[in-house]
C-alpha cells in the first residue's frame, strides 16, 4: 500500500502544504513540459523543427511565453459578468490540483489514498465544465457562448462512455482481486480505489490486454473531455475563434491553458492507472514507469490532434450517443457476464 | 453499410491516417532556420532595380530618357538630368527610387533603350523607419567627374578622329573629283 | 449579397434567434469576407454575406494608365493565381491589337499557368483541411506548394505576385534546368496524391464532414453564373480551356474532371483530379517544347487598339475570369471590366447554406475557394 502523506507527516496541515505545493509543481513543470511537447510533436509530424532559439531546441521557449503572458495586460472587457468571468479561470483549475493529489505514482508514493478514489477523479473531472460554462457565459460573447454550449454537451455525454467503461474495470478489480496477498497478509481489493486498481494488475495482468474495448473507449471519451482533437469543437479555431476562452487573455488564459493540459495529463494518468498497469514495470523504478505510459499515452493523444480534421457537433453526439454509449454498455454488460460465469 | 461496418471501417481510416502522419516524423525536416541560414535567391530574383556598371565606360550609362520614369505604375522613380556640361553623352544627375511604391514589374528594365537598368540582389530590406528611397547613382557619383573627363578626353578623340576622317574623306572626294574632270588622256601630275 | 458594412444587429425581429457577425477578422474567412448570420443555437437560419473589406479600385486605376502599366495590377487581383490572370491580361490585349505571340512563349504560359493552378488548388486543399480543423495535411501541401512556388521563381523573379506575361511574349526564357524541375515536380506532385488520399480523402471524419454538405445543385450553379471546379462539381462539365480554347489549349490533351454530387467531397475530388490533368498538360507542354523567341524584341507599349468592345475570357483556378474592355481607339481602356468567379460562386453559396450548422458553414465557404480580393478587386 501506497503511505500517505498524512501517515508520512501525522500532522494534516504540513501534509496539505506539501501535497499542494508538490502537485501544483508537478503540474507547472508538466504543462510546461507538455506545451513544449506539443509543439515538438506537431513539427516532427509536420516536418518542421519546432521552437529551436530558446535554449537547446527551444525547452526554454514555454518559460519564455510564460514569462510573455504574466507581463501582458488582462483586458476585461464591457458588460461581463464580473463574479463569473473572475472566477471561471479558478473554478477550471482547482480541480485539476484536487484531482491529481489523489494518484498513486507508485507502489509507495501517493499524496492521499482514498477508497473512492476514482469516483473523485471523476467528480472533479466534472467540475471543470462548470468553469468553461461560466467562462463562455461570463464573457458576454456569442462565440464564448456558443463554445461553452458546445462544452456542456459533450462534456456531459462523454462522461457517462468514460464512466462506463472505467466501470468495466471496476468489475474486473473486484472479480480479480478477492484474495491477494499485500505485504504479507491477504486483503479483497476495492476496485474504487486507483492504488488497489493498480495492484491488481499487478497481481494478475494490465487490463488493456483483457479489456481492450473498454480501453479504446476510455481513451476516445478523455479525447472529448479534455477537447482535445478531433473533439476540440468548444475552442474550435477556424468556427468560434478561440471559443470560451475568447475573451480571456494574460494569465487567465494561461490558466486556462494550463487547465487544458493538465487534464490531459491527469486523462492519461488515471489511464494508466485503469489499464496500463499504472506503476508496473521491470528494472526502473515505479513513479518512472508510471511517467513513461503516462507520457506515452499523451505522445499519441498528441498524434491524433495532428493527424484528423475536427468532427462536426452533431456527429460529435451521434458518435457517443450512437456508437459509443451502446457499446460501452454492451461491454460492461459482457464482461459482468463472464465474471459471473467463470466465478459460479 | 451497417452501423457496425461503417464504424469499423471508419476506424480503419483513422488508423492508416495515423500511420501516414507516423511516417513523416522520421523524414527530414524542411524548415530553413532563416535568419540563420537565408535561401538561394533565384537568378532572376526580383527587387530594388540598379544601375548596370558597362565595361567600356566603367559607368552606368543613364540618358535621363525619363522612359522608366513614365512606365512606372508605382510612378516611384525620380530623374533628373539630360544635358550636361562639357560631354555629349547626356547623364542623369539624380535617379532616385521609392521601394516602399515600387512592385517589381520590371517594365522600367524592359523599357529602359540603354540597357542599364537591372535587378540587384538587394535581400532582407525589413526596416523600422518607412524611408525606402534609395539614390541608384551613389556609387558613381565619386567617380562621375572623373567618367565626364574621360568621356570628355574620348569625345574629343572621336571628334578629332571623325575631323580627320571627314578631311581625309574630303580630300579624297576632292581627289576623286578633280580626277574625274581631267580629259582622260591628260598626262599624270598635271593638276 | 450586402455591399456596405451596415449596423452591427443585435438584436433580430425573429423570436429564438440572434445575429452573429462571422468576420471580416475571424480566423476561418479567406480574406475579409464577413458573414451576417442570423442562428438558431447553431443552426443558420439566413446567412448574408458582406463584402468589400478588400475593394483596391484596380478597374478604376486601369482606366488612369496605359495599358501596359496595368500588367503588375493583374497578379493582385487574384494573388492565389496571380500568373493565370496576369497571362490572362496579356492575351486578351494581344487579342484584341492582334499581336502576334511566338509559338515558344505559347508554351512557356502554358507551363507557367498550369504550375500556378496546381499551385492554387493546392493551396485551398491545405487551407480546406485547416477550415475542418486538420492542420497538418496544410503543411504538407505547402511543402509541395513551396517547390512550385521555387520553380517559378526561377523565371518570373517573384513568388506570388508574378508580372510574367508581356504584350507578345513573356520577360525572361526558361532553360533546361526549369524544364527538369518542372518535370521532377509533376513526379513528386504524383507521389504524393496516394498520400493525401490516405490522409485525408479516404479519413472518415473528412467524409462525414464533405458528404452531402453544401449541395449546389445544377440549376443553381446555372442560375447564379458559377464556373470553375464548384460548377464541375455539380455535374457540368464546362471549362473556358475547352469551351472557347485560347493560348494554344487545344493543343493538349486533357480531361475535364466532373462530378454530379455537388457536395463538398464532390468539389474536393474535381480539384483533384484537376491537379492530375495539369500535371498532364505540363509534360505534354515540356515535351512540345519549341525554339524560337520569346516575345518581341522591344517591349510593346504604344498600343492602338480598335474602339469598341471587346471580351476574352479564360479559365483560372476558380472559374471563368472575363475581362471586358471598351475602348475608345487610345492607349488607355475606357472601361476595364473584370469578371471574377469567386463573385458568383460566393453568391451560389448564400443559397445552400440555411439549415446548415456554423460548421458547415466554414465547410462550405472553405470548400467553393473563395479569394477575397478577386471578389472585391
Known sequence: MPTTLIEQFGNPAIAIATGVGGVMTVLSLNALFLIWLERKVSAWIQRRMGPMEVGFHGVFQTIADMLKLLGKQLITPKGIDKPLYHLAPIVVFAPVVAATSLLPFSKSVAISNIDIGLVLIFVFGGFAVVGIFMAGWGSNNKYALLGAMRSVAQNISYEIPLILSALAVVLMVSAVGREVPIDGEIVALNGLNLAHITMAQVHWTWFILVQPVAALIYFISVLAETNRAPFDIPEAESELVAGFHTEYSGMRFALFFFAEFSNMFIGAMVATVLFLGGWEGPILPGPVWFFLKTYALIFIMMWVRWTYPRLRFDQLMTFCWAILIPLSILNLLVTALVIKVVQS | ?191 | MRQSAGPTLERTDEADTYYLNMGPQHPSMHGVLRLLLKLRGEEIVTCEPVIGYAHRAHEKMAENRNYIMFIPNTSRVDYLSGMIYNIAFCQAIEKLCSIEVPERAEVIRIIACELNRIQSHLLWFGTFLLDLGGITPFLYCFDDREEILDILDRVTGSRLTYAYGRFGGVTMDVDQDFLVRTLAFVKRIRSRFPMYEKLVGENVIFRERCEGVGVITPEVARQYGVSGPTLRASGIGYDVRRAEPYGGYDRFDFEIPTRTAGDCMARFEVRMAEMEQSCRIIEQAVAAMPEGPIGPKKLVQRLKPPEGMFYFAVESARGHFGQYILSDGSNTPLKLKMRTPSFSNLSAMETVLEGTMVADTIAIVGSIDIVMPEIDR
Request: hydrophobic share 35%.
Open chain 2, 1 to 191: 453499410m451497417t452501423l457496425a461496418a461503417r464504424t469499423v471501417h471508419g476506424f480503419h481510416t483513422l488508423l492508416t491516417g495515423l500511420g501516414v502522419t507516423f511516417k513523416q516524423i522520421f523524414k527530414r525536416n524542411v524548415t530553413l532556420q532563416y535568419p540563420h541560414e537565408k535561401p538561394e535567391l533565384s537568378k532572376a530574383y526580383r527587387s530594388l532595380i540598379k544601375l548596370k556598371r558597362f565595361d567600356e565606360l566603367d559607368s552606368h550609362d543613364c540618358v535621363a530618357c525619363m522612359q522608366c520614369v513614365k512606365i512606372c505604375p508605382s510612378a516611384c522613380i525620380t530623374i533628373e538630368g539630360g544635358k550636361v556640361d562639357g560631354i555629349k553623352r547626356k547623364r542623369a544627375t539624380l535617379f532616385e527610387v521609392d521601394f516602399a511604391l515600387c512592385s517589381v514589374c520590371g517594365l522600367c528594365i524592359d523599357v529602359c533603350p540603354t540597357d542599364t537598368l537591372e535587378y540587384s540582389r538587394l535581400y532582407d530590406e525589413a526596416g523600422y523607419e518607412r524611408a525606402w528611397t534609395y539614390d541608384l547613382l551613389a556609387e558613381f557619383r565619386e567617380e562621375e567627374p572623373a567618367f565626364r573627363e574621360r568621356q570628355r578626353v574620348q569625345e574629343e578623340q572621336e571628334a578629332a578622329e571623325k575631323e580627320a576622317k571627314r578631311l581625309a574623306a574630303e580630300q579624297a572626294k576632292a581627289a576623286k573629283e578633280a580626277q574625274a574632270s581631267k580629259p582622260p588622256d591628260a598626262p599624270e601630275g598635271t593638276t
